[in-house]
């Protein structure tokens, strides 16, 4: 077993004991609960009535949902590090049972969650099958596909529907590509009347992404970027992408190059040492589209830019490993971390001499 998924068992047991401890534990064991104590269902339940900003505007929760149905492709990862069990969730983009990747499935499994699995619309909504499931609540932070309003107004009809928070922990703007886990794992956590859960999840992130910032002082002000390879051209996402998000918090330097206000920015092959030539590493996504990796490396001004000369191409080739870093959810993140801090050492190293040992999840199993 891989060393993450023992660290989600034991974190998903701890925050169980410690909910029960905190919920049970009297100077009185066998006594019945005091006035002052409180139950993780009072708890809950005193968090609700609750209305909350998002994008599509404020939506009102009345009461703790019990029949969650998620829209987007990683929403209900969220849930389930938050001990929510959504009873729908959308078919996994990769084929995995469950509608997640390995990395969740811990997760899932101490949520109790064996949610029915479903095709939401590729394009728009399918409203009739989405309350066929009788929800009392539909989260679409990361949908795939942007909502319209007639659709909003559709589905709330059905049940409320959570989008994307409205701004971020700092008061800007958000963007459907770029809302931090912190911020969403916030407003799924008010949503679903875990904030408790979702603080002791996001410390334990804090935690591990300031463990590799402490071991790596050396990669302070180091430069980095996630690209790939499409429609014969190579692309970078945005600095606020999830996926440079990451990075970021550990350590590198992913300020933004010009022309990524968007999503993604793709780059002619004439451009690409003007634009990618001083970077100190570069993330190349590389595991759904293997091809991708020649039609780069055969780029004519590929050998010019300084992460071939100092050895900072970090080849992401794992299908498995590009999942999680996709899906962005707590639990994929450690996932991450555990994957990529391995490969960043070894392409930061400062000696292109280095031959970089690529990640695959048999070898971590």
Same mark, same amino acid.
């Given at each position: 077993?891989?060393?993450?998924? /023992? /660290?989600?068992?034991?974190?998903?047991?701890?925050?169980?004991?410690?909910?029960?401890?905190?919920?049970?534990?009297?100077?009185?064991?066998?006594?019945?609960?005091?006035?002052?104590?409180?139950?993780?269902?009072?708890?809950?339940?005193?968090?609700?009535?609750?209305?909350?900003?998002?994008?599509?505007?404020?939506?009102?929760?009345?009461?703790?949902?019990?029949?969650?149905?998620?829209?987007?492709?990683? @929403?209900?990862? !969220? &849930? !389930?590090?938050?001990?929510?069990?959504?009873?729908?969730?959308?078919?996994?983009?990769?084929? !995995?049972?469950?509608?997640?990747?390995?990395?969740?499935?811990?997760? /899932?499994?101490?949520? $109790?969650?064996?949610?029915?699995? *479903?095709?939401?619309?590729?394009?728009?909504?399918?409203?009739?099958?989405?309350?066929? *499931?009788?929800?009392?609540?539909?989260?679409?932070? !990361?949908?795939?596909?942007?909502?319209?309003?007639?659709?909003?107004?559709?589905?709330?009809?059905?049940?409320?529907?959570?989008?994307?928070?409205?701004?971020?922990?700092?008061?800007?703007?958000?963007?459907?590509?770029?809302?931090?886990?912190?911020?969403?794992?916030?407003?799924?956590?008010?949503?679903?009347?875990?904030?408790?859960?979702?603080?002791?999840?996001?410390?334990?992130?804090?935690?591990?992404?300031?463990?590799?910032?402490?071991?790596?002082?050396?990669?302070?002000?180091?430069?980095?970027?996630v690209g790939g390879y499409y429609e014969g051209q190579a692309f970078v996402y945005a600095a606020g992408d999830t996926r440079n998000q990451f990075l970021a918090n550990v350590g590198l330097d992913v300020a933004s190059i010009e022309g990524t206000e968007a999503a993604w920015m793709q780059i002619s092959a004439e451009q690409l040492d003007t634009v990618l030539g001083d970077l100190d590493s570069i993330v190349w996504q590389v595991a759904t589209t293997p091809e991708a990796r020649d039609a780069l490396v055969g780029l004519p001004l590929f050998d010019s830019?300084?992460?071939?000369?100092? $050895?900072?191409?970090?080849?992401?080739?794992?299908?498995?490993?590009? $999942?999680?870093?996709?899906?962005?959810?707590?639990?994929?993140?450690?996932?991450?971390?555990?994957?990529?801090?391995?490969? &960043?050492?070894?392409?930061?190293?400062?000696?292109?001499?280095? @031959?970089?040992?690529?990640?695959?999840?048999?070898?971590?199993?």
């Amino acid at each position: 077993m891989h060393t993450t998924t /023992r /660290r989600f068992s034991a974190a998903a047991i701890a925050a169980a004991a410690a909910i029960v401890l905190a919920a049970c534990s009297t100077s009185e064991p066998e006594s019945s609960p005091t006035a002052t104590e409180t139950s993780p269902e009072e708890t809950a339940s005193a968090a609700f009535p609750v209305t909350l900003d998002t994008v599509m505007g404020e939506v009102t929760i009345d009461s703790e949902p019990t029949r969650v149905v998620t829209l987007g492709s990683h @929403e209900h990862e !969220y &849930l !389930y590090a938050l001990g929510v069990a959504p009873v729908a969730v959308p078919v996994s983009w990769q084929g !995995y049972d469950n509608g997640t990747g390995p990395w969740a499935d811990a997760d /899932r499994i101490a949520a $109790g969650a064996e949610p029915e699995l *479903f095709e939401p619309g590729s394009t728009v909504y399918d409203a009739e099958l989405i309350a066929s *499931f009788e929800p009392d609540l539909i989260v679409a932070t !990361y949908p795939n596909h942007t909502m319209t309003q007639e659709e909003y107004d559709l589905l709330s009809a059905i049940a409320p529907v959570v989008t994307r928070p409205a701004t971020d922990s700092d008061g800007n703007e958000t963007h459907e590509w770029g809302v931090s886990l912190a911020d969403e794992l916030t407003l799924l956590a008010q949503a679903t009347g875990t904030s408790e859960v979702a603080e002791e999840v996001l410390a334990e992130i804090d935690a591990a992404f300031a463990a590799v910032r402490d071991a790596h002082p050396e990669w302070d002000g180091l430069t980095s970027q996630v690209g790939g390879y499409y429609e014969g051209q190579a692309f970078v996402y945005a600095a606020g992408d999830t996926r440079n998000q990451f990075l970021a918090n550990v350590g590198l330097d992913v300020a933004s190059i010009e022309g990524t206000e968007a999503a993604w920015m793709q780059i002619s092959a004439e451009q690409l040492d003007t634009v990618l030539g001083d970077l100190d590493s570069i993330v190349w996504q590389v595991a759904t589209t293997p091809e991708a990796r020649d039609a780069l490396v055969g780029l004519p001004l590929f050998d010019s830019l300084n992460t071939t000369q100092v $050895g900072g191409n970090l080849w992401l080739t794992d299908p498995i490993l590009e $999942g999680a870093f996709f899906a962005n959810s707590p639990s994929s993140i450690l996932y991450s971390i555990d994957a990529f801090v391995p490969m &960043l050492e070894q392409i930061l190293d400062g000696d292109p001499a280095t @031959e970089l040992e690529e990640f695959t999840a048999s070898d971590a199993a």
